[in-house]
């Protein structure tokens, strides 16, 4: 089906998955997993936990499931999609499968996590308190902040370092014991999130941002079974980078928790909760030319993917790949131009500058990598619904996944 036909079929706009890029990408992380595995003791597992804020739609967390990864929640959403994905019904207890690594939840939330039997990683002393008095006696994780100036593409998402809401700091950790035992707190794992994207320039960064958090758990955590490193794998989105180099990490990695495992018996497993990686490069978001104007030496090129549809280039000032389809074959000049969406504040802008041959309304726009913080950050705003999500399967047939909304 070409992009016209899907548009016709489907509407507009419309995200599209492509289902082999996802399992490869599931694949890579895996091998990725699998390659540690292979360099720690027999006894140590390293699971990887697919970060459901990505792209949490139902069809893409099966590939996820099949590809033997688990995945991570951070709302009572998450978690019962998590639940349908993973077939459960009551209690589920398998910290394997189901991570619910949140921020400032609230206690209402903490009993359906609890009713769950999912285990909770909670990110400050407050946050423990509150589960100490509702839950003494049982087991959590916690979220630290390893202090490093951390990694990710804007400053709205570097996890790591004094600027960040993010966990609790090495000088605060006496005072998590006390409440923890208190409640008679079981701290079975600790957890960190460095950042959101980081690519082979930045391998440095992180690698001494678990650096910092190994010795933080050095220092406090004696009888920890569970390390969970976060996630922040970058994917390439301007054509000028490449992807990450994952051997790279691996090779960097290995030694450290090598190390960190010879002195450290209780520890169990390393966890990692990769999100962009694995939807980002397979999603396409498509949308029509619905306006051209030339005003001010600007030539705007109107489409119907507003900010509502894709939030990533007005909040963050991300780039996206934006081709043009033509609907019919003509001749045209190229020229840079603005792409911008249909809602009404001069920030909706989808990407600026581009040079491209100008389009006709009625042609078609195509936003690539797309897949991660696309749909999941999606909005009604302006009263609009959000799109349909359709995959292309591997035999080449299209699967709608999720139909797009009415609103009422
Ligand atoms: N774990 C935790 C606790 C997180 O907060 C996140 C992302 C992840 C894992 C997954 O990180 P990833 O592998 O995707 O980098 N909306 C932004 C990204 C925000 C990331 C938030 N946390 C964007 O569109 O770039």
Not at 36 to 41: I, M, N, R, T, V
Not at 383 to 405: C, F, N, Q, S
Request: with cysteine; proline share 4%; net charge negative.
């Amino acid at each position: 089906m070409n992009v016209f036909d899907l548009l016709d079929k489907y509407g507009s706009p419309l995200y599209v998955y492509d289902e082999a890029i996802l399992k490869n990408r599931c694949q890579q992380m895996k091998e990725f997993s699998n390659q540690l595995e292979k360099g720690l003791p027999n006894n140590i597992s390293v699971q990887m936990h697919y970060s459901q804020k990505a792209n949490s739609n139902l069809e893409i967390l099966s590939i996820v499931k099949d590809s033997g990864l688990s995945v991570d929640c951070m709302s009572p959403y998450e978690l019962m999609q998590a639940k349908k994905l993973f077939n459960y019904s009551d209690n589920y207890s398998d910290s394997d499968k189901l991570l619910y690594v949140c921020n400032n939840i609230s206690s209402h939330e903490m009993k359906t996590v609890h009713e769950n039997g999912v285990l909770i990683c909670l990110d400050s002393i407050s946050q423990v308190e509150t589960w100490g008095m509702l839950f003494p006696n049982t087991e959590i994780m916690v979220r630290i902040n390893p202090g490093t100036s951390g990694v990710g593409h804007s400053k709205k998402v570097v996890t790591s370092g004094k600027e960040t809401k993010f966990g609790i700091s090495e000088a605060n950790i006496p005072e998590l014991f006390s409440v923890a035992s208190k409640y008679n707190l079981h701290i079975k794992g600790v957890h960190w999130h460095l950042g959101s994207l980081f690519l082979d320039d930045k391998i440095n960064n992180y690698i001494e941002g678990v650096k910092s958090g190994l010795e933080i758990v050095k220092k406090y955590f004696s009888g920890v079974e569970i390390v969970d490193l976060g996630g922040g794998f970058g994917v390439p989105y301007k054509p000028d980078e490449k992807p990450l180099t994952l051997s790279i990490v691996v090779q960097e990695l290995l030694p450290i928790l090598q190390n960190v495992v010879q002195d450290f018996k209780s520890i169990k497993s390393f966890k990692f909760e990769p999100g962009r990686f694995i939807p980002c490069e397979a999603g396409s978001l498509i949308g029509e030319v619905t306006a051209i104007k030339h005003e001010n030496g600007i030539i705007w090129v109107g489409t119907d993917i507003g900010m509502n549809q894709l939030v990533r280039p007005s909040m963050y000032g991300s780039y996206h790949e934006i081709e043009v389809v033509k609907h019919t074959q003509y001749d045209s000049p190229k020229a840079m131009v603005n792409f911008v969406g249909n809602v009404c504040e001069s920030g909706d802008i989808l990407g600026k500058e581009r040079l491209v041959f100008i389009p006709k309304v009625g042609d078609a726009v195509i936003v690539h990598n797309a897949g991660a913080y696309g749909y999941s950050m999606a909005s009604n705003y302006t009263g609009r619904p959000r799109p349909a999500e359709v995959m292309v399967k591997d035999d080449g047939t299209y699967k709608l996944i999720r139909k797009a909304e009415i609103l009422n």
